[in-house]
């Protein structure tokens, strides 16, 4: 009796795990988004150079101590010439720079015994975000089933 107990909180972590996961997936996600969205603006502005006028997005202060994990990644898997290259190619580019240094950043992180990468401000608010996105969105499928 004790091993189905034993298996059934197993069960009962491991979709929390799959939830969570789902979670920092997305916020990945979001990251890459947010990374384009301003590489893309500043790029459809410009004409020429337009890889030195994105150099203050790619020097990823907002990372704090860890901007040169982010610095290394983006020359790494981004290519150079980015007025050149094709969108889905940058956007991947930068979908393994995410990744990769998103990564690193936890590694060092613990390391270093500082919180984790998915303890920052930034991350809980895009969670609470989603979520209060996403009950409103469920409240009004609720609201519209009662008045049928």
Do not use: C, N
């Not at 059934?8 to 990251?31: I, Q």
């Not at 150099?55 to 010439?81: C, L, M, N, S």
Request: aromatic content about 10%.
């Amino acid at each position: 009796m004790a091993e189905g107990r034993r298996g059934k909180k197993k069960r009962g972590r491991r979709k929390g795990k799959e939830f969570m996961d789902a979670v920092h997936e997305a916020y990945l996600r979001h990251l890459v988004e947010e990374i384009w969205a301003d590489l893309e603006g500043v790029l459809k502005t410009v004409t020429t150079g337009g890889s030195q006028e994105a150099k203050w997005i790619t020097e990823f202060e907002d990372r704090g101590p860890y901007k040169e994990i982010w610095q290394r990644a983006w020359h790494t898997f981004v290519p150079q010439q980015l007025e050149s290259q094709p969108a889905w190619a940058i956007v991947l580019g930068i979908q393994e720079v995410v990744e990769a240094a998103s990564r690193e950043e936890e590694a060092e992180r613990q390391r270093r015994g500082d919180k984790s990468f998915f303890d920052e401000e930034e991350y809980h608010t895009f969670v609470s975000e989603a979520l209060e996105k996403l009950f409103k969105e469920e409240h009004g499928s609720i609201e519209e089933e009662d008045e049928i």
